[in-house]
């Protein structure tokens, strides 16, 4: 039944309201980045106005690449985050399907020491973990690779249990007919997993892959444990020194947001709906 | 035959240990570790624990005395309140109008979900700007509605507020999406008949949407309740060391100060401790509040 929806004054309500809560989300942004390209002092003066003729300067963006080794903190955000993205879904992925797949004894007592670990709050085991990296030679020390993997290590952790639920759950979905297929055809297990069970768990490892990277990416709590070196900040960590140190610059402050936010926008318009799928995944991560 | 392929269990191992070994050396070993930690004497961060304090419950005698530890455990259960009534509640609501419309329902999923993407840390230095005294974003909104003096967000009082709110705003649109694909899944028949009935869309919302929401809704109260106890890094761009006056601590930011602003490093290890039985309580009382029902 297709019933053509007149607009009811309740139905102007409900839109209303909807619209409200989405200039919520959206103007702040517009707001900050117009912002960015005014001069600090005409900020206070108006801030609503759009930054044209005389109010519209450059002035911020160039303090900002002056001041804040920019490329440098997305260098080491890009890395950090890609390898613990890559590390998860590879190293989850053989767990899940081991889970999935073997019945040994002892299975059931792992699958619980994996939902247990799940629990862990970070805040529980940094500092053990600094301790041990420190004694490894790992964290603070001066070189670039070494102060990353100190990040990656537990990050990686962090996320492989939420990981190991997620894949072990699809994988059990999956119909064991083609593993079959495979083994009459004389494939190993290990040629099983590579070539038939990684192609079909794809989607899967998408989603983990997206929440390991976002969450890596935006987490200031575990980074500002082990990058401590200003030449070795990530983004978090630069944009939480910038405002410690020049919160008072308005304009520096807005052009740095601007500078950090519009490539995440502008890469979750492309893959909204993987990134909404692998978020709402990672609901179960401790 | 399935039970062929796996008989050979040796490959199991291999599969497993890798991700095994993550999980013990950097998860259960660091757990355990902390624990002891919280007993002991660290001089530094990366420092080994070499003593026992005197007597070995030093730190948690402490905390019995230290006001900022009341405080920061009173501000999260607030921010729990706040996340589960605000959060949840928002979203229901919202997440009921979108169900309700046949346009645009694409544009809101996507808008209303984008502030999570965003780090948390840009966030706070973004909502820094718009809660400014002089002339942020709220305070000119405001003066264009006629209010005559300037309010300091981030004064004593209101400090709190200023901060609680853009974290709830921010998780917002994760609950909404999670509700609105409990919507979709409530079968069009249900409404239907409904209407066939003659039920108003209050009606329809009433005694289809919300009842058959149930479970789902349970899901997202618990989530929103644990999740309270992880927020960080909002809170600490926008409040760093808990200014003003140590009132807007949370347990979390309280223990990231103890540990790396104060140097008290077997504290912060004890505080942590508090935060994983704070945990444990409340996913018992949340579990034990919102338990889902069978249909």
Known sequence: MTKKKTLSPGLIVVYVILIIWALTTVYPIIWVIQNAFKAKNKILENSFALPTGDLFTMANFRKAFETTDIFGAYKSSLFISTMVALLVVLLAGMGAYALARYKFPGSSLINSLVIGAMMFPAFATVIAVFQMEFRWGLANTGSWLRNMMSVILPQVAGNMAFAMVVLTGYIKGLPIELEEAAYMEGCNAFQIYFKVIMPLTKPSFATVAIFSFLWSYNDLFTQSFFLRRPDMYSITMMLNNISAKEGTDYGLMAAVVALIIVPVIIVYCCLQKYIIKGMIAGAVKG | ?295
């Open chain 2, 1 to 295: 035959m399935g039970a062929n392929i796996y008989r050979n269990k040796k490959p199991a191992l291999v599969f497993l240990l890798p991700a095994f070994l993550f999980m013990v050396v950097f998860l259960y070993y660091p757990f355990f570790k902390n624990i002891l930690n919280s007993f002991m004497h660290l001089k530094q961060l990366g420092a080994s624990a070499t003593e026992f304090n005197t007597p070995w419950y030093t730190n948690y005698e402490e905390m019995l005395h230290d006001p900022n530890v009341w405080t920061s455990v009173k501000n999260t259960i607030i921010m729990m309140l706040v996340t589960l009534i605000g959060q949840v509640g928002i979203a229901i609501i919202l997440a009921l109008m979108v169900d309700n419309i046949s346009r645009g329902k694409q544009f809101f999923r996507t808008v209303f979900f984008f502030p999570i993407v965003i780090s948390a840390t840009a966030l706070g230095l973004m909502f820094n700007l718009i809660f400014l005294r002089d002339k942020g974003m709220v305070n000119q909104i405001l003066e264009i509605l006629g209010k005559q003096n300037l309010t300091d967000w981030k004064a004593e009082g209101i400090a709190l507020v200023t901060m609680m709110a853009p974290v709830m705003w921010q998780y917002v649109g994760f609950y909404f999406v999670i509700l609105v694909t409990g919507l979709n899944n409530i079968s069009e028949e249900l409404y239907e008949a409904a209407r066939i009935d003659g039920a108003t869309a209050l009606q329809r919302v009433r005694y289809i949407s919300v009842p058959l929401l149930h479970n789902v809704i349970c899901t997202c109260s618990v989530l929103a309740v644990t999740g309270a106890l992880k927020v960080f890094d909002l809170p600490w761009v926008m409040f760093p060391k808990g200014m003003p006056l140590k009132s807007t601590f949370l347990t979390g930011t309280y223990m990231y100060y103890q540990t790396m602003e104060t140097k008290n490093v077997d504290y912060g290890a004890a505080l942590a401790v508090l935060i994983v039985v704070l945990g444990v309580i409340l996913a018992k009382v949340v579990n034990a509040i919102f338990r889902e029902k069978d249909y």
